[in-house]
């Protein structure tokens, strides 16, 4: 048994009752980072308060990920990317309806919007039960703060992944975590014999962004560097644009390989036996820093210090460039250039494969 908050608390005063366990409802929709980087806060929630259990509200891209972690009890998907391209026809679908259905199935201790935006305070506001998230100073829109019952303040200027560990505590009433963040995600429920790749190395070659984009000519000399090492290359791919450019990679290489199209967790499956991975900023950056693979991130417009990938075996490479990190989505360096974006001239796949070699030396798991 353990404690919880009485719903009719107030934010900083909490009288507490003993129940068998504490159900809290999670608004945490997107992107597939955030998503990930918020799974160590329900690895902490779990350890200060056993017998925790969460849903989760989460759009219905990535669904599977919540139900990787142990204490995920009920998974519910929603459409609001469709939502947001057809209001009417979507509101009054049976898909919407059910939705409605699903949040509002049961009352929750406590529903913590740990995104911050209008549209996920929206969504807290179907369900049943004390709404908390972040206060106006800390909440990516501020305004969202108007409508929590109980607010927090969380320094914005720390990586995601502290944040959300620190909202957490807050919310759920215990100490800011100090120990290392772990994710909760077992290995074990990806590990199966019935690969059929020897000796890999992962290129995650795409994202949203232009200018995270590292150069198609310096992935085709990366290949054929490991190539040469004896290994060989998986590209994943999830759209027709990252297809055709993982085709065109492998063209120059024997040993590297297009993948299938993949489920997030058929890709973690291929994340799992890798030998390493080779990462832009990417959401499947983050599937791999959860899973401790060995990954080599590359940043050019981004900086890592708030949202790079953190875990086992991770290592940044940013470009010390005169405009970087811009946070811009196209590139507007106007100098001499042979390579845009032109920040990731000074991420040469020489580097790449020499920090690649410090994983790729270690005997394997």
Not at 3 to 18: P, T
Not at 28 to 47: E, F, Q, R, V, Y
Not at 84 to 111: A, C, G, H, M, V
Not at 263 to 270: D, G, R
Request: proline share 6%.
């Amino acid at each position: 048994m353990h404690e919880r908050f009485n719903a009719r608390a107030s934010h900083n005063s909490y009288k507490r009752v003993y129940i068998k366990q504490m159900k809290v409802l999670i608004i945490k929709m997107s992107s597939l980072g955030d998503i990930l980087h918020t799974l160590p806060a329900l690895t902490d929630a779990g350890i200060n308060l056993p017998g925790i259990q969460f849903d989760w509200v989460i759009e219905e891209a990535f669904a599977e990920i919540p139900a990787w972690h142990p204490l995920v009890r009920r998974v519910i998907p929603i459409a609001f990317r469709k939502l947001r391209k057809t209001p009417l026809q979507s509101l009054f679908s049976k898909t919407w309806r059910n939705f409605r259905q699903q949040l509002k199935q049961e009352r929750y201790d406590l529903i913590l919007d740990a995104q911050g935006l209008l549209k996920s305070v929206w969504i807290s506001s179907m369900a049943r039960g004390p709404k908390a998230g972040l206060d106006k100073h800390s909440a990516w829109e501020p305004i969202a703060s108007l409508f929590y019952q109980r607010k927090y303040a969380v320094n914005p200027a720390q990586h995601a992944v502290t944040r959300a560990r620190e909202l957490f505590a807050k919310a759920l009433g215990y100490g800011k975590p100090q120990n290392v963040a772990t994710y909760g995600i077992s290995q074990d429920r990806f590990r199966t014999k019935s690969i059929p790749y020897k000796q890999y190395v992962v290129f995650l070659h795409g994202t949203t962004w232009q200018t995270k984009l590292w150069p198609e000519n310096y992935w085709q000399a990366l290949a054929n560097i490991l190539s040469a090492a004896g290994y060989q290359i998986l590209l994943p791919w999830g759209n027709e644009a990252e297809q055709a450019r993982a085709e065109r990679i492998v063209k120059s290489c024997v040993t590297a390989q297009v993948l299938p199209k993949l489920t997030l967790t058929e890709m973690a499956t291929i994340l799992c036996s890798a030998k390493a991975v080779v990462a832009v900023d990417t959401g499947l950056g983050h599937v791999a820093a959860a899973l401790g693979k060995p990954t080599v991130s590359l940043y050019g417009p981004t900086d890592p210090k708030e949202i790079g990938t953190l875990g086992d075996n991770q290592v940044h490479l940013s470009a010390n460039f005169l405009c970087a990190p811009c946070l811009q989505r196209f590139c507007t360096y106007q100098g001499a250039s042979d390579e845009k974006p032109a920040c990731f001239t000074m991420i040469p796949p020489d580097q790449v494969w020499q920090t690649l070699q410090r994983f790729l030396m270690t005997k394997s798991d």
